[in-house]
């Protein structure tokens, strides 16, 4: 059997090739074929981006002709520096206008491919296989979901908007140092920013294993506080809460200790940076002052060099901070893409057709099943249940019971022989229509944290009110829910804990019900409540399955005398078959079983009767 591994397999390439794999991965995110529109935002938020950029580089050029002409007293009073003064305004407010409209057509492209990975995921995650949810950590793997989606943002922003116009900027710049004065300004201002890439570049990387460990440990904190308050319950039965308290207080601190490391590998950067922004200002503005002692340059010029020094300060003191959020952003993207890419355990084969159901006959042939190699759990199991008819399966805990109705969903595929509906072997048809045909009632209902309406139309989304009214009456709960204050639209609470377990049953019923499939599974359905309780639901269970194919797993067996066929299961395999009377009569294992339950049952009862009753004078 083929088992997925647990977690992403360790990176055999560079840091810097699976950043740009990432990378291209997003990029048809921005270029939609399917989405003209978002195409022709992103082409003009590009265009108008480099209107910006030119508009900011010319603001410079404007001061530098103000300041020049304002130095000279007779031209003081002339209109050209009131000219230069308003064109340079106008190209200020250009820029901030262009910059604007550029963050305002690039917003949808980035919502839109947040939308679309959000969802994909969301859809791959329902894909994935039963064995990767009961192995996951809810907590954990929300947090996964959230940094993956949020890095996209910050990528796209911090890429796109920052660090891409910044470099254009610069090289802008350059050009104009280049053009308009001698060549060794651009050489200083290149070579400056040589050493605080680099600078960047190696801290930045050193600090990515702080990153990748407090992700960790705030994945685990994550989910130890996600697990104890969804088990709340179970922690106030036992008195735990400093139990709880305690281990979440060991994850924090386990993230407390990384985080200040991290910190303090920030404050190295930043002085680092500082040092190398503030040492090419002194030597630019040196340079200038020579020149202009010179006569080679105005005090315009001198203006000049220091706006446009002063203005790529701010990017260039920006570029570490965008350079590591990107580099953070895309380990968090490379897991949410690794979740993607794992493969579900249980897939449609490419030739797979919807299943026809003709009658809702199920037969197992030798079916072979193991959860891992080390231990088998269903040895060679083989069973039928003819079209309308009802078997129960009884036995031990661990026998293999329930196993059998997560093979007939089609959760796990078996490692040998085969399961067919109508003669079609499930792993031929497509899950959704296996599933379309199969309905459930479990031991263990959990419903969805909204109404109870919500959650019995849960069963065929879309029914009308009065479908789910007619399944709730079917299911014998209808009349309490009309009994309560806000009737159908009562909220149920977490995993439904505001209802009772036999009221939490009848809405599993009714749910069931509402779907009407051809198949239904009663998976020990009421071995968790009272015999009271016990009896009004089964009543409802006989009328929800009469007619249907049935399979009745129980551990009770006073549940199944009425079914039409009782398979016993003993150690992964079919021990006995037969009828109640039949196997009463064989003396084996059931009728083991039933004398056991029976002297349980009688325990029970005279137990209950001696609370009650008065004792004897």
């Known amino acids: ?159 796109v908007l920052r660090a891409g116009p910044s470099l254009i900027e610069l090289v802008m710049v350059c050009g104009v140092l280049w053009t308009l004065y001698d060549w060794t300004y651009a050489v200083v201002m290149v070579g400056a920013l040589a050493v605080y890439v680099a600078w960047t570049l190696a801290i930045t990387e050193w600090r990515l294993d702080f990153r990748r460990s407090m992700n960790t440990h705030d994945a685990e904190a994550s989910s130890k506080a996600i697990d104890s308050l969804i088990n709340y319950e179970t922690v106030k039965y036992f008195g735990n809460e400093e139990h709880e308290a305690k281990r979440f207080d060991r994850a924090l601190s386990a993230y407390e200790e990384v985080a200040v490391k991290s910190h303090r590998s920030l404050s190295l950067l930043n002085v680092g940076q500082s040092a190398i922004i503030s040492l090419s200002l002194v030597a630019v503005m040196i340079m200038a002052a020579v020149d202009i002692r010179g006569g080679r340059m105005t005090p315009g010029d001198f203006v000049l060099v220091n706006t446009y020094l002063l203005q790529l300060y701010v990017p260039l003191n920006f570029l570490g901070m965008v350079y590591r959020e990107v580099k953070q952003g895309l380990v968090d993207m490379e897991v949410l893409f690794g979740l993607i890419d794992r493969p579900p355990e249980v897939a449609d084969p490419a030739n797979a057709a919807d299943l026809v159901v003709r009658g809702g006959a199920v037969r197992f042939e030798g079916v072979r099943f193991a959860y891992n190699p080390e231990r088998e759990v269903l040895k060679g199991v083989s069973l039928e249940i003819p079209a309308g008819g009802t078997l129960a399966v009884v036995g031990h805990s661990g026998a293999g019971k329930s196993t059998l109705s997560r093979l007939l969903f089609r959760f796990y595929d078996v490692t040998g022989g085969r399961v067919l509906i109508d003669g079609q072997d499930l792993r031929d048809v497509t899950q959704a229509s296996l599933r379309r045909a199969i309905g459930i009632v479990p031991q263990d209902t959990v419903l969805f944290n909204d109404t109870i309406g919500y959650n019995i139309a849960y069963g065929r989304p879309g029914a009308s009110r009065q479908e789910v009214e007619r399944a709730a009456r079917l299911a014998a709960i209808h009349d309490f829910v009309q009994s309560l204050k806000n009737g159908y639209d009562t909220q149920v609470g977490e995993r439904g804990l505001k209802l009772s377990g036999g009221e939490k049953q009848r809405v599993a019923i009714a749910r069931t019900i509402l779907k009407d499939p051809a198949i239904l599974i009663l998976d020990e359905a009421t071995s968790a409540l009272d015999s009271h309780t016990e009896r009004e639901i089964q009543g409802a269970l006989r009328d929800v399955s009469r007619g249907r194919t049935t399979l009745v797993i129980a551990h009770r067996l006073s549940t199944v005398i009425d079914a039409d066929r009782i398979l016993v299961l003993d150690g992964g395999r079919v021990a006995e078959s037969g009828s109640h009377d039949d196997l009463l009569r064989a003396e084996g294992l059931y009728a083991a079983l039933w004398r056991k339950q029976q002297q349980s049952s009688s325990l029970a009862v005279d137990e209950e009767a001696d609370t009650i009753l008065p004792a004897p004078a």
């Open 1 to 159: 059997m083929r088992r997925p591994a647990s977690t992403l397999p360790p990176p055999t390439t560079s840091g810097a090739v699976r950043d740009w794999r990432v990378i291209a991965r997003l990029l048809p995110h921005l270029w939609p074929a399917d989405a003209p529109a978002l195409r022709l935002r992103l082409v003009l938020s590009m265009g108008v981006l480099l209107l910006a950029k030119l508009a900011g580089v010319v603001v410079p050029l404007f001061y530098k002709h103000a300041v020049d002409a304002l130095s000279v007293p007779e031209r003081a009073a002339i209109v050209l520096p009131l000219g230069v003064i308003a064109a340079y305004g106008l190209a200020r407010l250009g820029n901030l206008a262009f910059t604007e409209i550029r963050d305002l057509l690039f917003a949808r492209v980035i919502e839109r491919a947040i939308h679309v990975l959000s969802l994909r995921t969301f859809r791959h995650l329902h894909g994935l296989s039963l064995r990767f949810h009961l192995d996951r950590q809810t907590g954990g793997l929300s947090r996964v979901i959230e940094r993956g989606t949020r890095a996209i943002e910050v990528v796209l922003r911090q890429f």
